[in-house]
């Protein structure tokens, strides 16, 4: 394959470096798969209006999110597991993030710690909280991304129990991964996967092994990490995350406009429409079928951002055209550290930038704060 052009091109190199389980990990949503498909379908849905004859120089993307400058708004979702995708995954996507300057989001379910990540950065990441029923554990969390300076919390709402996804059962793939003869075979089959990962130390959840009191080796981490996810979860709970953590907030996970309206009143500075990528819910609606309706309901209250399904600049320019101050890519980040570490990470970034550049352009558009439902057929 020549230079990759488009997500899509990444996501192909991906899966011929990635072991299969590992790569399946990133391409998969809950049972059915249907919301995961919709999160990428609706987009097409969507039709941008071309203007002629404007003067068209001079573009900018660079805005804001939640008051930050960014290079255009677009950053990296939180996903478990990325240093799987590739060795030192979480570092190396942090490295690209901060480069391009866009925000990078540490998963607590990250291979390589909050501390590995601020070792290899200057700036501030952000970092997403898991409600673990270890509340001891979620406040040494919230310490120690408050001692590593980060300059978000992203605390996500849509997990309080685990949704299903056939295809890592059937890959036999847990937390932390076990290795049987097939799993071993897939990652024979991809010896530069492997080669890297020898080469690093960072193989399991360093956020939470050595940090929560009943782990202590990979078995423990097992138990622990099936039992830990937080069913009794409330708006309480949001409160005192609130104050503990003290800085700037981010609810993600929001897909109701009852939800966003309570979430307002948390004093939250933003809410990520967001279904997890399809990976929970199947059934639920996309999120950018949802944006709308939440803007509508609470966009003049607290910034409102997204994710799920946005796979190329045009989606972009929809989501903020519909009223998102903000967007966030999980999965095309993933498949760009796949396919060719932290220079696929920054390929997947230009890719979105060039497109979301010129689209902006033939939409009439200079300035990415100019970009409302005016560049939208029927919106
Ligand atoms: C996720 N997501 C996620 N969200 C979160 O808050 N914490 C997490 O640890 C994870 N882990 C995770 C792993 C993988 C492999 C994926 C694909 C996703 C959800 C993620 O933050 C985001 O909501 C979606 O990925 C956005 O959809 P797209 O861009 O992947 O379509």
Redesign the pocket.
């Known amino acids: 394959m020549g230079k990759p052009l488009e997500i899509k091109d990444l996501k192909a190199l991906a899966k011929r470096r990635v072991p299969k389980m590992f790569f399946d990990?990133?391409d998969s949503g809950a049972w059915t798969e249907s919301t995961y498909r919709a999160?990428?379908d609706d987009f097409a849905k969507i039709k941008l209006r071309q203007r002629v004859l404007v003067d068209m120089t001079d573009r900018s993307l660079a805005t804001s999110m939640i008051g930050q400058p960014v290079s255009m708004p677009v950053a990296l979702?939180?996903?478990?597991?990325t240093g799987m995708q590739h060795a030192d995954g979480e570092m190396l996507a942090a490295q690209a993030a901060e480069e391009f300057g866009v925000p990078f989001t540490l998963?607590?379910?990250s291979i390589c710690s909050i501390e590995d990540v601020a070792s290899v950065t200057r700036k501030p990441f952000w970092f997403?909280l898991?409600v673990m029923q270890d509340r001891d554990f979620v406040i040494n969390l919230i310490d120690r991304a408050k001692a590593a300076k980060c300059s978000a919390l992203?605390l996500?709402l849509d997990?309080q129990i685990l949704g299903q996804r056939h295809k890592d059962i059937r890959n036999g793939l847990s937390a932390p991964p076990k290795f049987t003869p097939k799993h071993i075979w897939q990652m024979a089959t991809r010896p530069g996967w492997c080669m890297k990962m020898l080469g690093t130390q960072r193989r399991t959840f360093r956020n939470i092994v050595g940090h929560a009191k009943s782990v202590t080796d990979l078995s423990s981490l097992s138990v622990w990490t099936s039992e830990q996810f937080d069913p009794r979860l409330s708006w309480n709970d949001v409160a005192w995350i609130k104050e503990r953590w003290g800085g700037p907030l981010i609810l993600?996970?929001i897909l109701d406009p009852e939800d966003a309206r309570m979430a307002v009143s948390t004093g939250a500075d933003a809410i990520i429409v967001?279904n997890?990528?399809?990976?929970q819910l199947d059934g639920a609606m996309s999120s950018i079928g949802m944006l709308p309706r939440i803007v509508d309901a609470v966009g003049d209250k607290i910034e409102v951002h997204i994710?799920?399904?946005?796979r190329s600049g045009q989606d972009v320019l929809k989501a903020v055209a519909l009223g998102a101050k903000g967007t966030?890519?999980?999965?095309?980040f993933?498949y760009g550290l796949g396919a060719d570490g932290k220079r696929g990470v920054t390929t997947a970034l230009d890719i979105i930038r060039k497109e979301m550049d010129i689209t902006m352009a033939l939409c009439g558009k200079r300035n990415i704060a100019d970009v409302d439902r005016s560049i939208l057929l029927d919106a």
């Not at 979702?77 to 597991?81: A, D, E, F, R, Y």
């Not at 997890?276 to 990976?279: A, L, N, P, V």
């Not at 994710?307 to 946005?310: K, M, S």
């Not at 966030?328 to 095309?332: C, L």
Request: hydrophobic share 25%.
């Open positions: 990990y990133a999160n990428e979702s939180p996903t478990g597991l998963s607590t379910m997403q898991y992203v996500t997990l993600k996970g967001s997890h990528g399809g990976r994710d799920g399904g946005i966030y890519i999980g999965r095309p993933l």
